[in-house]
Protein backbone atom coordinates (compact mmCIF):
# COMPACT_ATOMS: atom_id res chain seq x y z
CA UNK A 1 0.00 0.00 0.00
CA UNK A 2 1.25 3.62 -0.88
CA UNK A 3 2.42 5.62 1.52
CA UNK A 4 3.67 9.38 1.13
CA UNK A 5 7.22 10.09 1.65
CA UNK A 6 7.11 12.26 4.82
CA UNK A 7 5.09 9.35 6.45
CA UNK A 8 7.89 6.82 5.23
CA UNK A 9 10.50 9.40 7.18
CA UNK A 10 8.63 9.49 10.09
CA UNK A 11 8.70 5.92 10.42
CA UNK A 12 12.62 5.94 9.74
CA UNK A 13 12.48 8.88 12.62
CA UNK A 14 10.31 6.46 15.05
CA UNK A 15 12.12 3.59 14.82
CA UNK A 16 14.82 5.42 16.41
CA UNK A 17 13.18 7.09 18.96
CA UNK A 18 10.70 4.53 20.57
CA UNK A 19 10.04 3.93 23.86
CA UNK A 20 10.18 2.14 26.63
CA UNK A 21 7.09 -0.15 26.20
CA UNK A 22 7.50 -0.78 22.64
CA UNK A 23 11.54 -1.67 22.88
CA UNK A 24 10.14 -4.24 25.27
CA UNK A 25 7.50 -5.53 23.00
CA UNK A 26 10.30 -5.66 20.02
CA UNK A 27 12.70 -7.09 21.90
CA UNK A 28 10.01 -10.10 22.19
CA UNK A 29 8.87 -9.94 18.95
CA UNK A 30 11.86 -9.43 16.73
CA UNK A 31 13.17 -12.53 14.96
CA UNK A 32 9.95 -14.52 14.68
CA UNK A 33 9.95 -15.04 18.62
CA UNK A 34 6.08 -15.31 18.32
CA UNK A 35 5.27 -18.74 16.77
CA UNK A 36 7.26 -17.86 14.00
CA UNK A 37 5.05 -14.68 12.96
CA UNK A 38 7.30 -11.92 11.01
CA UNK A 39 6.35 -8.14 12.74
CA UNK A 40 7.67 -5.32 11.62
CA UNK A 41 7.90 -1.88 13.83
CA UNK A 42 7.06 1.06 12.94
CA UNK A 43 5.55 0.19 9.54
CA UNK A 44 3.57 2.69 7.19
CA UNK A 45 0.44 1.96 5.91
CA UNK A 46 -1.22 4.39 3.77
CA UNK A 47 -0.86 7.85 5.98
CA UNK A 48 -0.98 5.91 9.12
CA UNK A 49 2.55 4.44 11.13
CA UNK A 50 1.52 1.21 13.02
CA UNK A 51 3.51 0.41 15.95
CA UNK A 52 3.80 -2.90 15.05
CA UNK A 53 2.70 -5.10 12.10
CA UNK A 54 2.14 -8.47 11.10
CA UNK A 55 1.47 -9.24 7.72
CA UNK A 56 0.58 -12.76 7.67
CA UNK A 57 -2.44 -12.31 10.54
CA UNK A 58 -2.85 -8.70 9.12
CA UNK A 59 -2.42 -7.82 12.39
CA UNK A 60 -1.54 -3.95 13.70
CA UNK A 61 -0.18 -4.06 17.35
CA UNK A 62 -0.60 -0.43 18.84
CA UNK A 63 1.10 0.12 22.46
CA UNK A 64 -0.95 2.75 24.11
CA UNK A 65 0.26 5.02 26.44
CA UNK A 66 -1.68 7.64 28.71
CA UNK A 67 -2.16 10.06 26.15
CA UNK A 68 -4.53 7.59 24.13
CA UNK A 69 -6.79 8.19 26.72
CA UNK A 70 -8.02 11.92 25.85
CA UNK A 71 -10.69 12.12 23.95
CA UNK A 72 -9.35 13.83 21.29
CA UNK A 73 -6.85 11.17 20.46
CA UNK A 74 -9.31 8.12 21.16
CA UNK A 75 -11.58 9.98 18.45
CA UNK A 76 -8.27 10.04 16.16
CA UNK A 77 -7.86 6.26 17.34
CA UNK A 78 -11.33 5.36 16.20
CA UNK A 79 -10.68 7.07 12.78
CA UNK A 80 -7.23 5.66 11.99
CA UNK A 81 -9.24 2.29 13.27
CA UNK A 82 -11.99 2.32 10.84
CA UNK A 83 -9.62 3.09 7.99
CA UNK A 84 -7.37 0.32 9.06
CA UNK A 85 -10.37 -2.06 9.33
CA UNK A 86 -11.67 -1.28 5.52
CA UNK A 87 -8.44 -2.53 4.10
CA UNK A 88 -8.61 -5.50 6.26
CA UNK A 89 -6.21 -5.08 9.25
CA UNK A 90 -7.18 -6.20 12.56
CA UNK A 91 -6.13 -3.57 15.19
CA UNK A 92 -4.98 -5.01 18.58
CA UNK A 93 -4.06 -2.63 21.39
CA UNK A 94 -2.39 -2.74 24.39
CA UNK A 95 -1.69 -0.71 27.11
CA UNK A 96 1.60 0.24 27.73
CA UNK A 97 1.68 -0.43 31.71
CA UNK A 98 0.54 -3.70 30.70
CA UNK A 99 3.65 -3.93 28.31
CA UNK A 100 5.86 -3.06 31.29
CA UNK A 101 3.75 -5.03 34.19
CA UNK A 102 2.82 -8.25 32.28
CA UNK A 103 4.89 -9.07 28.97
CA UNK A 104 3.89 -12.70 29.52
CA UNK A 105 0.28 -12.00 29.13
CA UNK A 106 0.36 -9.43 26.30
CA UNK A 107 2.64 -12.12 24.49
CA UNK A 108 0.22 -15.00 24.81
CA UNK A 109 -2.73 -12.04 23.70
CA UNK A 110 -0.68 -11.99 20.50
CA UNK A 111 0.08 -15.61 19.84
CA UNK A 112 -3.45 -16.07 20.04
CA UNK A 113 -4.38 -13.19 17.69
CA UNK A 114 -1.63 -14.41 15.22
CA UNK A 115 -3.19 -18.11 15.47
CA UNK A 116 -1.61 -21.16 14.76
CA UNK A 117 -2.01 -20.33 10.85
CA UNK A 118 1.80 -19.37 10.39
CA UNK A 119 4.34 -21.43 9.06
CA UNK A 120 6.83 -22.28 11.64
CA UNK A 121 10.03 -20.34 11.81
CA UNK A 122 12.93 -21.91 9.41
CA UNK A 123 15.51 -24.00 11.15
CA UNK A 124 19.02 -23.88 11.01
CA UNK A 125 21.29 -26.57 9.94
Not at 44 to 64: K, Q, S, T
Request: glycine share 12%; charged share 25%; aromatic share 6%.
Amino acid sequence: MYSPQITIARARELRRTMTLPEVILWQALRGRKLGGARFRRQHPVGPYILDFYCEDARLAVEVDGQGHEHPDQMRHDARRTAWLMLRGIIVHRIAAREVLGNLDGVLAGLKARVGGGLAPPPQGP
